[in-house]
């Protein structure tokens, strides 16, 4: 069996202590029972976390310093067929050596789809 998905998502609002991001829910990320994958919906709470510790710079390809995950924790609490997802991601810690992020995603009726924590550590 050959599978294959697109993901695409855009961020909406970038600030030192916040990201927004929003990702259309569309065929490429949808599961046999019509929803979103729950990887797709993780994927997209993950990378809006790691866009908010990584700050100002730019990702860079083996970059030192960038902001690896080395635990998630999440609580699919929701789903949706169409429409979009909204991602906000917060800093519970940040720090030097490690931070923590908290990323709520929304659905369009306001309800949640997503509690996510992240913890980042940068990398050698």
Request: with cysteine.
């Amino acid at each position: 069996m050959k599978v294959a998905g697109t993901i695409e998502f855009e961020i909406i609002e970038q600030a030192v202590d916040k990201v927004v991001g929003r990702m259309p829910v569309q065929e490429g990320i949808l599961n046999p029972y019509g929803t979103a994958h729950a990887g797709a919906t993780l994927w997209f709470a993950d990378v809006c976390a790691t866009v908010l510790a990584l700050g100002a710079a730019d990702a860079e390809k083996g970059q030192s310093g960038f902001p690896l995950a080395i635990n998630l924790n999440a609580n699919l609490l929701g789903n949706q067929r169409e429409g979009s997802f909204l991602a906000t991601s917060v800093f519970v810690k940040k720090g030097r050596r490690l931070s923590v992020v908290r990323t709520t995603v929304i659905g369009d009726d306001g309800r949640i789809i997503a509690d996510v924590t992240t913890s980042h550590v940068p990398a050698a």
